[in-house]
């Protein structure tokens, strides 16, 4: 199988087996997993913070760092295809009685202005705008990228209103290496920021949320709070350490192979893509007048698997368990039944 579904179905490599099999551990619920430790710290050096958090998932990243900076009832501003929004089971409501105000960006990216006009008026009716949330890289827009200006042109109107910044970076090292930037030149304008272990950097568990000391202690308690407190999580954290280690530096590869499947199946006349668009690990193939459920379905028969992500288009992301070899082979695939 060419799994090009996601980069969440990448598998350990041996050397992060042999690491994960090495780790020295403790009970990090009292804080003494020195591997856990270690991570964190390294973390914090990476994203520029004083401390970070591992937590087990993205998703509870993003709720944790909504529950910290926000009060119920109040209301988070972001753009209409983020994944907080769509694909977090309305935890934010449920976990944080905060609402969620979904605006469409331009092309799928949050704008200063869009921001600028969601926020509610001092009203009595009105629900307060307490915090505004950014996806970078934006998943549902392609894996584009907002470089380190226009986060900050984010940051800077939110705090014109008086509201806190979330980043959810869960593809924050792609973005890093798409515009050759430190990733805590991005995360430098937020409140809270996170980024994943387990998508492209192919570790198998866990996020880290970045922060100042006071936040990330309330982080603390808020992970605990939502039943993500583990316990000898070194063994976990071992294979965080190596993917920073040794997978990190690899990231760029992954979006050379994306270009190259982009190209590919926009040079088939039954697909297009928007090459523009194609800037990290993440391509969004237009199927025309094919529904993508049958497109997707007729590729998994050949052992190409991709994932429909509207009525007519796929999402195919490459990641460091697919080589270039399966990329062509991917469009072999393609090119045999559409070309
Ligand atoms: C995958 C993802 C998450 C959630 O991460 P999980 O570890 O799957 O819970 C959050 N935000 C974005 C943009 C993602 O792509």
Redesign the pocket.
């Known amino acids: 199988m060419i799994d090009l579904r996601s980069d969440?179905v990448t598998t350990p490599s041996d050397g992060m087996r042999q690491a994960i099999a090495e780790a020295e551990v403790g009970d990090d619920v009292y804080g003494e997993d020195p591997t856990v430790n270690e991570l964190q710290e390294r973390a914090a050096a990476l994203l520029g913070t004083e401390a970070a958090l591992f937590t087990p998932?993205?998703?509870m990243a993003?709720q944790i760092c909504l529950h910290v900076l926000t009060d119920p009832g109040d209301e988070v501003i972001l753009e209409q295809g983020a994944?907080v929004f769509n694909y977090e089971t309305g935890a934010a409501g449920v976990l944080s009685g905060i609402q969620l105000h979904p605006v469409a960006g331009t092309e799928g990216r949050l704008t200063p202005d869009a921001v600028d006009a969601a926020v509610r008026p001092t009203a009595d009716v009105m629900p307060r705008t307490g915090a505004v949330s950014v996806?970078n890289t934006a998943?549902r827009a392609g894996g584009v990228v907002y470089s380190v200006e226009e986060m900050q042109a984010l940051a800077d109107v939110a705090r014109s209103h008086d509201l806190k910044v979330h980043l959810?970076g869960?593809?924050l090292w792609n973005a890093a290496a798409a515009l050759n930037v430190p990733e805590h030149a991005l995360t430098a304008p937020f409140d809270l920021s996170w980024a994943?272990l387990?998508?492209g950097l192919g570790a198998p568990v866990g996020?880290l949320v970045a922060g100042p000391d006071p936040l990330i202690t309330e982080a603390r308690r808020a992970r605990k709070r939502f039943g993500g407190g583990m316990r000898q999580a070194g063994v976990l954290a071992a294979a965080g350490l190596y993917a920073l280690e040794h997978h990190r530096p690899h990231l760029s590869d992954d979006h050379d192979k994306a270009r190259r499947l982009a190209e590919g199946f926009d040079a088939l006349p039954s697909f297009s893509v928007d090459l523009d668009r194609v800037q990290t690990n993440i391509v969004m193939v237009e199927t025309h007048d094919r529904p993508a459920e049958e497109v997707a379905e007729t590729l998994a028969d050949e052992k190409v698997l991709v994932t429909p992500f509207g009525p007519h288009t796929l999402r195919a992301v490459t990641h460091r368990d697919v080589s270039g070899d399966d990329i062509d082979a991917a469009l072999a695939a393609a090119r045999s039944i559409y070309g």
């Open positions: 969440t998932s993205g998703t993003n994944h996806e998943n959810d869960a593809r994943a387990s998508k996020s």
